[in-house]
């Protein structure tokens, strides 16, 4: 677990109530809810929660990829090295996607265009935001696929998708997100859908390259082992909003938010039988469009009080850089034994 990072005073990128909704046939959702979050320069920032509690639409909206209709930006501020991505033209914001901002999606099968070489995948952002000539943004992505290790780069140049397994597509998609050299990589569950072994490869390749190029990480999972192992900070998110904030030393050994204990001791342990069962959350995530009244995990928190189902709890400091959102964060934090202690 990572404590330290090189960051300077002014964050590389501020998120300020950045509020995300969709237009359904059964009306509004509100998928993104007033999320506010800084990631620094150099560091690693993690976004964690369960499918559907708005970790994917938020780096789509700082990216300004939701698809609209049905989807829209209703507020909030997206300031990136001091300008808000909210504001731009569509031409300006063209020139930040993968010039300033990198990303890398969750399925490289679904984001590599299939009827385009691998080479010019990764030649085109060369070319378009670095201004090379095609021999020399050739040359250059040869060498992002040394990088990135992937054997007999220059003719896997020529290759096509398919041709290649799940673990060399996903490198392909880090040697484009990179290719330019971003400010800022964002990382979709980038690892989802590889097995363990290429997982864990993947995630050392992007910590190295991004420690190379000093360049900051955004990693979007559910997957807390990855969060332990390379993030310095992290969010948790529920029902669109984040609810827990911290370094992650500080979140794992002492959750204050009953979601982040749920998330925790949901996690297999080495130290314990296997025939022991987890300790699983209850209930449901809630229907977007029909939230519970106050605190939108209440219906599955075994310390809920009456005042939890009054008003929505906001995130408080309880610790040195740690927020939560929970009326009860203390005596959660002083009352449970989580799996990372």
């Known amino acids: 677990m990572t404590t330290d990072s090189p960051v300077t005073s002014t964050p590389l990128l501020q998120v300020r109530n950045l509020r995300t909704s969709f237009n359904t046939p059964d ?193 979007i999972t559910h997957n807390l082992g990855i969060i332990a192992r390379y993030a310095d900070r992290l969010n948790v998110m529920y029902a669109g909003k984040i609810r827990e904030s911290g370094t992650a030393e500080q979140v794992y050994l002492r959750p204050g938010h009953p979601y982040t204990v749920g998330l925790l001791n949901s996690v297999p342990r080495l130290d314990r039988p296997a025939s022991e069962r987890l300790d699983p959350i209850p209930g449901e995530i809630p229907d977007p469009a029909n939230l519970p009244s106050g605190c939108a995990f209440r219906p599955r928190c075994r310390w809920a009080t009456a005042e939890c189902e009054i008003s929505e709890p906001v995130l408080e400091q309880v610790g040195d850089r740690q927020m939560v959102a929970c009326y009860e964060s203390n005596t959660v934090a002083d009352s449970v034994e989580v799996a990372w202690r």
């Open 27 to 219: 009306g509004k959702i509100t998928a993104v809810a007033g999320v506010s979050f800084d990631v620094n320069h150099g560091e690693t920032l993690g976004l964690v929660g369960e499918s559907g509690c708005g970790k994917s639409v938020s780096a789509l909206s700082i990216m300004r990829l939701v698809p609209n209709p049905p989807g829209i930006i209703e507020d909030g501020e997206v300031i990136f090295e001091g300008v808000d991505l909210l504001k731009v033209s569509d031409k300006e914001m063209q020139g930040v996607r993968g010039a300033g901002i990198g990303m890398i999606f969750q399925e490289p099968m679904s984001s590599l265009n299939p009827v385009l070489t691998i080479g010019r995948q990764i030649t085109e952002p060369l070319e378009e935001h670095l201004g090379l000539k095609r021999a020399a943004a050739e040359n250059r992505a040869a060498e992002l696929l040394e990088m990135v290790g992937i054997a007999d780069s220059r003719q896997r140049l020529s290759d096509h998708p398919h041709q290649l397994s799940g673990g060399q597509r996903q490198r392909v998609m880090i040697a484009i997100a990179l290719s330019c050299e971003p400010k800022l990589l964002i990382a979709d569950e980038a690892t989802t859908a590889l097995d363990v072994t290429i997982q864990a490869q993947i995630l050392e390749l992007m910590k190295n390259l991004t420690s190379q190029l000093g360049t900051a990480l955004l990693i």
